[in-house]
């Protein structure tokens, strides 16, 4: 038996005993929901432009009226998800996740869409900090692994299928099915969390200060995204990131900031945190570089292009699982170390990239580095929210969602920097080394052993028996120690 202290429970924990997968799934298909949106309507928007009447700047905002208040709101919901019941918090962020979708497919005109995906997005943050907190409170310790591989594998392969996806639809079914696609799996995801969750509270409003943190931090972080999306066409962009740097200063130095601070601290998780957005950007600026190289330079079609690249989700589809089961039984740290290795080797061996290489060449290059990627995620994130204090879940987990998030972003700006900088001769093994140096960077930090202050068998070494779901905070450390047999 576990000891607990009086009032220790978490809002949203899972009381029942044993593991609850049915609730992993769904956060795992949630994931990749959320995930898909980020990318899927990209490949929609010369036909949202076309149908709407609108410039193509204008139709933009289809995607970033989603990714800002995603991004922007992800610290703000940490903080209030660790105050309310997960299962009233997924029924409303689904259900309205949901709506927005539809409501965006029957947009007659351009303001309609863009405010619908804005309210998604802010549906879409509140299931990103979400999805991490059901998985590990749905398990025992000693299932960590295998559960956070679910969400960190099928998250990232939504974002790399929306393309994909989003291409399919458009040619046989218009762009307003790119939006419709995802409501059969919120609903699906309702139906289960309405029958197996149990209720564990209700939720509540923001008061007048967290709303005025809520505007600080998604102003700092909306002025932080348009500098970097912006800049692609125009580097004088970049100088609106200053305009980012008061705001969340402020917010940094607030009563509601200082909570999140420390709760990472208090986990040491911010080695962790690092490798998570090194890992992202190398990602995503390989990804950015490889496609435009196989297009631009190589004149290969659209078509191979996607299937050369398929080789990365396929990898990480395949190894995440296998990543998963063996930080259950070895450790998550030395899994997540040994997936970041093989990350970088892949990446490092596309630096030499010619003109001759063939389609296969590079494919089992990004089947390696995915294969790496699809190891690292799970354990990775089973480092960090096994780390959180347990009255701090949701806060960590919107930590490293945030991280994730600023890599995906990142990588691309830094790649189209590092190419320009390079010049058109040198451009492409610039982004590529840029890609593995970020790969490379996330092995140390990764291997620095941060965690809890007092020993956590459920994360740092293999499975050990502990408390249903999470750990009890200590309260003169501030840190989480392990469960107490």
Not at 191 to 198: D, H, I, K, L
Not at 355 to 361: A, C, E, N, Q, V
């Amino acid at each position: 038996m576990s000891e607990h202290r009086a009032g220790s429970e978490a809002p949203g924990h899972i009381p029942e005993p044993g593991d609850r997968w049915l609730l992993v799934a769904v956060a795992g298909m949630l994931s990749f929901v959320a995930m898909l949106d980020m990318n899927i309507v990209n490949i929609a928007l010369a036909a949202i432009s076309e149908s709407l009447d609108v410039s193509a700047a204008t139709a933009q905002w289809a995607v970033l009226g989603y990714q800002l208040p995603v991004v922007a709101l992800l610290l703000p919901v940490g903080r209030w998800l660790d105050g309310v019941g997960t299962r009233s918090a997924l029924l409303v962020s689904a259900g309205g996740f949901a709506l927005c979708s539809a409501l965006a497919a029957l947009a007659p005109w351009a303001s309609w869409l863009i405010a619908a995906r804005i309210a998604q997005g802010a549906f879409g943050a509140v299931l990103f900090v979400l999805m991490p907190v059901l998985a590990i409170r749905s398990v025992r310790p000693e299932a960590r692994g295998r559960a956070m591989s679910v969400p960190a594998t099928l998250g990232p392969l939504g974002a790399v299928t929306g393309p994909a996806v989003g291409g399919l639809l458009l040619d046989h079914l218009g762009w307003r099915a790119v939006f419709l696609v995802k409501i059969p799996f919120c609903l699906l995801a309702l139906f289960v969390a309405w029958r197996a969750m149990p209720k564990d509270g209700r939720l509540r409003a923001l008061d007048r200060r967290a709303l005025a943190d809520t505007v600080l931090v998604a102003s700092g972080v909306t002025f932080l995204l348009l500098s970097l999306t912006l800049a692609y066409d125009d580097r004088a962009w970049l100088l609106l990131a200053l305009a980012a740097l008061p705001p969340l200063w402020w917010w940094a130095r607030g009563p509601s900031g200082r909570p999140v601070t420390a709760a990472i601290s208090a986990s040491r998780s911010y080695p962790a945190h690092g490798a998570v957005l090194a890992l992202a950007a190398a990602f995503a600026a390989m990804h950015y570089v490889t496609a435009l190289h196989l297009q631009r330079d190589s004149g290969f079609s659209a078509t191979a292009t996607g299937l050369a690249l398929l080789a990365f989700p396929l990898g990480m589809g395949v190894a995440g699982p296998v990543g998963g089961r063996l930080a259950d039984r070895y450790g998550a740290r030395p899994v997540a170390v040994v997936g970041a290795c093989l990350t970088a080797a892949g990446l490092l061996l596309l630096v030499p990239l010619g003109d001759g290489w063939t389609l296969p060449d590079m494919a089992w290059r990004l089947a390696l580095a995915g294969v790496g990627m699809g190891l690292n995620g799970g354990p990775t994130q089973a480092l960090v929210m096994s780390s959180a204090p347990r009255e701090r879940t949701a806060t960590i987990a919107s930590t490293m969602q945030l991280s994730r998030s600023a890599g995906f972003t990142v990588g691309p700006a830094l790649a189209t920097a590092a190419w320009g900088l390079a010049g058109a001769d040198g451009g492409v093994r610039a982004g590529l080394v840029l890609a593995a140096v970020a790969a490379c960077a996330a092995v140390p930090l990764i291997s620095v052993r941060g965690g809890r202050s007092t020993s956590a068998p459920d994360s740092e070494a293999g499975p050990k028996a502990g408390p249903e779901g999470g750990s009890q905070a200590d309260p003169a450390s501030g840190a989480a120690p392990a469960a107490r047999p």
